[in-house]
């Protein structure tokens, strides 16, 4: 990816692994732009937000315990996918990145 793209697309990237609202606020800025760094980033956030969501939704079947463990497991992902952002990578999230790269190929 040149250099120029991840300079511009950096802050909308790194806005969208700030919750679920800075993931929407990207979404909005970057619906202008259309940069395609920024929406790598967007489509890895979209899709870790709503793995979160539906296991917050079931926590109530899988126990704390299990929540805990899945919830550490999230964070990791998490992790990894903001400091790709960071050094201007578009390194997918570990199991499940290209899954959501297909699913959310709409959004960017």
């Known amino acids: 990816m040149e ?3 991840v300079q511009e697309g950096k802050t909308m990237a790194l806005i969208s692994y ?6 929407l606020i990207a979404f909005v800025m970057n619906n202008d732009k259309h940069n395609s760094f ?4 967007i489509r890895q956030m979209v899709g870790l937000s709503l793995f979160a969501f539906g296991i917050g939704f079931l926590s109530k079947y899988i126990g704390t315990f299990g929540f ?3 919830g ?3 964070f990791i992902l998490w992790v990894i996918g903001f400091m790709g952002a960071i050094k201007g990578e578009e ?3 570990p199991f499940v990145g290209d899954l959501f790269q297909d699913w959310f190929k709409g959004i960017g």
Not at 18 to 23: K, L, P, Q
């Open 91 to 93: 390194k997918k999230v």
């Open 68 to 70: 805990g463990i899945i």
């Open 18 to 23: 700030i919750t679920w609202i800075g993931t």
């Open 38 to 41: 920024a929406a790598f980033h």
């Open 3 to 5: 250099n120029q793209t």
């Open 72 to 74: 550490i497991f999230l």
